[in-house]
């Protein structure tokens, strides 16, 4: 990720920038929907700024934090996409790769903490 602009609040705008091994520059705007401090944040590209609806649809980011059993915090990231050809191109793009990359990389941090 090369750029981040985040407003963490429901209704709030984000834009990441990823950059791709090979140099594809791929730019992710959209909205927060929820975000529960400590819980849960759900996200779409749905929208963009001030709600107004983007080009095209493509997934809904659901995050969810609890406590695990015998202490530590259970992570869990679900995609909803708006359908089985947007779902197919996202593992297309090693999106369960990269989650799970994310996760470790948080993992190690909150372990350096």
């Not at 090979?22 to 759900?42: K, S, Y």
């Not at 695990?68 to 593992?91: F, K, Q």
């Not at 190690?108 to 903490?113: P, V």
């Amino acid at each position: 990720m090369s750029e981040a602009d985040i407003d963490l609040r429901p209704g709030g705008r984000f834009f990441v920038r990823m950059r791709g091994p090979d140099g594809e520059d791929v730019p992710l705007p959209g909205v927060w929907l929820a975000v529960e401090p400590g819980r849960r944040l759900v996200f779409t590209d749905a929208f963009t700024s001030a709600w107004q609806p983007s080009a095209k649809a493509f997934m809904v980011g659901d995050i969810t934090l609890s406590d695990a059993p015998g202490g530590g915090t259970r992570y869990e990231a679900v995609a909803r996409h708006w359908n089985a050809e947007d779902r197919s191109a996202h593992l297309a793009m090693g999106f369960e790769a990269g989650w799970n990359q994310a996760s470790d990389q948080l993992e190690a941090l909150a372990r350096s903490l």
